[in-house]
């Protein structure tokens, strides 16, 4: 397959985001075929500064794209960004709220120069409420949406989710957005302003949560593993070798879980005999089912469990996640290449283009490696180049043969 037959050939994007949520959702389009443009400051993305975590970031979230460092206050550096950003389809940043307003290229300004953009803003709290100057966080976001209230031992103190889940579904949603922004302006010819926050995100990742609450009322509460109101239902057991999780609560599948362990009499036992009961006895219930596969390791349970159409799974290290079978087999971890010839592995879109399969995970950019380049397709000379890098309106030193030569 060539670039030309990818589902977003011939879109580009324009990246002035940090981190993770909107580079993330850059990303997408990126694997998607999309030219990504990534805009940094001369300094780079934060992330180049925070050690081996932001260099999973940018492996992560910044492959196939281009690096152009541009200087937005100084006014030859504005000039270049104004430029790219008239010839984008698409524009994504996540920077503090009123940063890029300041600096002429909130959405309204961009829409003047290019109205038929699709702008993508990310905010931690959304533009409408008493919060929209703060900045925005993956764990405030957490914190302030209830998912930490509800993640952690009934008796211990709150917990975050053990990775950045909100950022990366806000680049997830993100990316989602903006594909039905570019669906809509080819049937209307018309661009469109988004706003993804992160609130919102967490918010909506809980969606069965805030529906049983507003059905009973009763307010979600930690209760470690398992499902608040049904048993087994995600419940965490010990095995030889380590534990697994057990899904098993209605009643058939209760009944045909006791005769796979060899205990059909538990079916019937008082503690258990129906949904309540197993809830309302849930640390009996795992004393049990611990005692029943003490002599299984994990993988021999969730077999055995699985042959008898029961719900399990295996609570795997990350070492082990990356050699699972199913893993290896769909392809979801991809090799790729740093621009130091460096190869990794990372994730890759989480479904499957029969028209578009992705296999590698290309090239995440040094910082400003493409300016010269992009500045160049911008219609800049080498000798006016030259005198941005000097004049520090962009981070490029072209070579003494071309900056002479235009």
Not at 216 to 236: C, E, F, M, S, Y
Request: net charge negative.
């Amino acid at each position: 397959m060539t670039v030309s037959q990818a589902p977003l050939a011939g879109v580009r994007v324009v990246d002035f985001g940090q981190y993770i949520a909107a580079p993330g959702a850059a990303q997408v389009l990126a694997d998607l075929g999309a030219e990504v443009v990534k805009v940094e400051q001369p300094g780079g993305d934060p992330a180049r500064q925070v050690g081996s975590y932001g260099e999973a970031m940018l492996r992560c979230y910044s492959r196939r794209k281009r690096s152009i460092a541009l200087d937005l206050k100084n006014p030859a550096g504005a000039e270049v960004a104004r430029r790219l950003v008239a010839s984008a389809d698409v524009v994504v940043q996540n920077l503090r709220p009123g940063v890029l307003e300041r600096l002429g290229f909130g959405p309204a300004r961009v829409r003047e120069l290019n109205p038929r953009v699709v702008y993508l803003s990310v905010t931690g709290y959304g533009s409408a409420g008493p919060s929209k100057g703060r900045p925005g966080y993956d764990i405030a976001a957490q914190a302030e949406s209830g998912i930490m209230a509800i993640t952690g031992e009934a008796d211990g103190d709150p917990q975050r989710v053990g990775f950045t889940v909100v950022d990366a579904a806000a680049a997830s949603s993100a990316a989602q957005a903006i594909l039905a922004a570019l669906f809509r302006r080819e049937r209307t010819g018309k661009g469109d302003d988004i706003e993804v926050s992160l609130i919102d995100v967490a918010i909506h990742l809980q969606g069965t949560v805030w529906a049983e609450y507003e059905q009973t009322g009763v307010v979600p509460a930690r209760k470690g593993n398992g499902q608040p109101t049904l048993a087994p239902a995600a419940d965490l057991v010990r095995t030889k070798d380590g534990h697994i999780v057990v899904s098993a609560y209605t009643e058939s599948h209760w009944r045909r879980l006791c005769e796979l362990l060899g205990r059909p009499e538990l079916a019937d036992d008082a503690r258990f005999a129906d949904n309540a009961a197993r809830v309302a006895n849930r640390e009996a219930l795992a004393r049990v089912l611990a005692d029943a596969l003490a002599a299984c390791t994990s993988e021999e349970a969730v077999a055995l469990l699985t042959r008898g159409g029961v719900v399990a799974g295996a609570v795997r290290s990350h070492d082990q996640v990356r050699n699972a079978p199913d893993v290896v087999a769909g392809g979801c971890l991809v090799p790729g290449t740093t621009g130091d010839g460096t190869g990794y592995h990372v994730p890759v879109l989480p479904y499957r283009l029969a028209a578009w399969p992705v296999t590698d995970a290309g090239v995440p950019p040094r910082m400003a490696e493409h300016t010269g380049e992009i500045l160049r397709e911008l219609g800049y000379s080498d000798r006016a180049i030259g005198e941005l890098a000097e004049a520090g309106a962009v981070a490029a030193k072209p070579t003494a043969e071309a900056a002479v030569s235009g």
